[in-house]
């Protein structure tokens, strides 16, 4: 069993910066992706970011040159990077994990990212302008 945890949500102005962590406990080494998700009010959940255990890294249109995804194997912690943050960045961030070899359609494909089969409770990042 796989239980993932984020934190470092929070209320930033715009062209600011936060730093999500997603703390893992089980056995997360062995999952083929890790990745944020996204879901604003009213809207659908959406990928933001992507690392495939190959080192492969994907991003959403949207935020690519502003966010980055990372990983402390010694700490079995996900991170994500994100940089001059934008109002229409405001979401709720999930962090999951995935054991499923096609993972990338379960980023990219909104009505498969329950293909990630592991998700942490989320955290609210508010972005004013």
């Known amino acids: 069993q796989v239980q993932l945890v984020e934190s470092g949500g929070g209320s930033v102005q715009a062209g600011g910066s936060l730093k999500l962590s997603c703390a893992a406990a089980g056995y997360i080494d062995s999952a083929i992706c890790l990745g944020w998700f996204r879901q604003a009010p009213g809207k659908e959940r959406e990928g933001v970011a992507l690392?495939?255990?190959?080192?492969?890294?994907r991003f959403a249109d949207s935020v690519k040159g502003r966010f980055t995804i990372s990983q402390d194997n010694a700490k079995n912690t996900l991170y994500l990077q994100m940089n001059s943050l934008k109002p229409e960045d405001t979401a709720v961030y999930y962090c999951a994990a995935s054991y499923w070899y096609d993972c990338y359609a379960g980023f990219l494909v909104p009505s498969r990212s329950h293909e990630f089969g592991y998700w942490g409770q989320g955290t609210q990042v508010t972005v004013s302008s």
């Open positions: 690392l495939h255990n190959d080192g492969d890294t």
